[in-house]
């Protein structure tokens, strides 16, 4: 019984340790995402919370510790330490970066065909595509304008939907909230909500907004100096200490 909570587990972070050189800023994280669960990463500027994600992808070499993917019954475990960010997209894990990085002078339909570029992307590029347009149908509109021309809104939208033309089970997306007003904020949290349940993604997203977040997270975590402080489930995420302990340094 005790492995059936364990095998639900897609994505375990054991003990990691990362920096950039002798500039050191994860201590030791450990932190779990469940299958078909969104779990929201808090914390303020500077804490760390891009760091992991891109240790998760595969951009950035931890010093320690150890990443295991295990996406379903039956697959075996695999450690994504020393894997490059084409391999970790491969195995079904995709980044939706930080600022949205879109080709700004490619076209919306272009971008997402970009997001399409592994063996198993190519093979399903049809149907993730009408996923995708069925999940931002604004998108389909704006096929043919160039990025850098599109809202803030829709450029989020299209940098989820890049993501998900890579053929992922597990979704990591950095911070989609920031720029956005509170009403594109409720539609990209919508969104990301419908990516759980339509599609049955796993998804950990970074976030500074407890309030959005916690609306549609089952579990967070607050990161404080590239350290996990706190945690709680779906349903305490707006109680007073799990909020004061995103704000406070300990
Ligand atoms: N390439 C780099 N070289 C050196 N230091 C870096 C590099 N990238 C990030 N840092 C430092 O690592 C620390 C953590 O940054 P990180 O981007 O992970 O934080 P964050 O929690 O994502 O912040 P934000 O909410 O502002 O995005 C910061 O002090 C930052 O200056
Ligand atoms: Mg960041």
Known sequence: MANEDEDNIVLNVKELY???????????????????????????????KSTLLKCLAGMLRPDAGNVILKLGEGEKSISLIGKKPFEVVEKGVSLVPEGRRLFGNLSC?????????????????????????????????????????????????????RGLMSNPRILLIDEPSIGLAPVIVSRVMAAVKEL??????????????????????DKGYVMIHGKIVSEAVSGKLMDADFVRSQYLSK
Do not use: C, W
């Open 109 to 161: 339909g272009e971008n997402l065909a970009m997001g399409a570029f592994s063996a198993p992307a190519r093979k399903n590029l049809k149907t993730n595509l009408n996923r995708v347009y069925e999940l931002f149908p604004i998108l389909k509109e704006r096929k043919n304008q160039l990025a850098y021309t599109m809202s803030g809104g829709e450029q989020q939208m299209l940098a989820l939907g």
């Open 196 to 217: 759980r349940d339509k599609f049955g993604l796993s998804i950990l997203m970074t976030e500074q907004n407890l309030l959005q977040a916690s609306k549609i997270a």
């Open 18 to 48: 990362a920096g950039y050189g002798r500039i050191k800023i994860l201590h030791g994280i450990n932190l779990e995402l469940r299958k078909g669960t969104i779990t929201v990463l808090l914390g303020t500027n500077g804490n760390g």
